[in-house]
């Protein structure tokens, strides 16, 4: 297993705080606040996200991490957080979004091969997984359809 670095750790205790709150009061606006302040940083607006479907209150969280830093790694770990912390679930379904093709298939390769460190991490943190693609489901949907 790859090693997180302390800034990785802060990240993602951070997320870990903000989603403990959000689940206890359903306020995010008051997580950020506190997990800023924890962090010895200015508290700013908190900006909601207003959608169809989504219900009112749901958590909104951006992580900001340089080319290099560790993205990939950390959204591994941030699912498990979500789904126990914000979630109290055993299970979930994460929709993982990249920004094209290339990254997509390397990235779900990565996560199917059981000896690759981002596949580790995902089952450390959210238990037994199965990826598929949003192409591969729509393929397996209409076979099961015909």
Not at 3 to 18: A, C, G, I, N, T
Not at 68 to 78: E, F, N, V
Not at 82 to 90: G, P, Q, T, V, W
Request: with cysteine; charged share 20%; hydrophobic share 40%.
């Amino acid at each position: 297993m790859k090693p997180l670095k302390d800034y990785q750790e802060r990240v993602l205790d951070s997320l870990q705080s903000f989603f403990r709150q959000c689940s206890k009061d359903g306020r995010p606006e008051a997580a950020f606040q506190s997990v800023k302040l924890q962090n010895n940083q200015v508290p700013t607006p908190y900006i909601p996200v207003y959608s169809a479907g989504l219900k009112p209150g749901m958590p909104y969280v951006c992580l900001r991490v340089p080319t290099g830093g560790g993205k990939t790694l950390l959204a591994c770990h941030a699912a498990g957080i979500a789904m126990k912390s914000l979630l109290r679930a055993d299970r979930a379904v994460v929709l993982w979004l990249v920004p094209g093709n290339t990254i997509l298939d390397q990235t779900a390769e990565a996560l199917r091969d059981p000896r690759h460190f981002y596949r580790r991490a995902l089952e450390l943190a959210c238990g037994a997984v199965e990826v598929v693609t949003i192409e591969e489901a729509l393929r397996l949907s209409r076979a099961t359809a015909s």
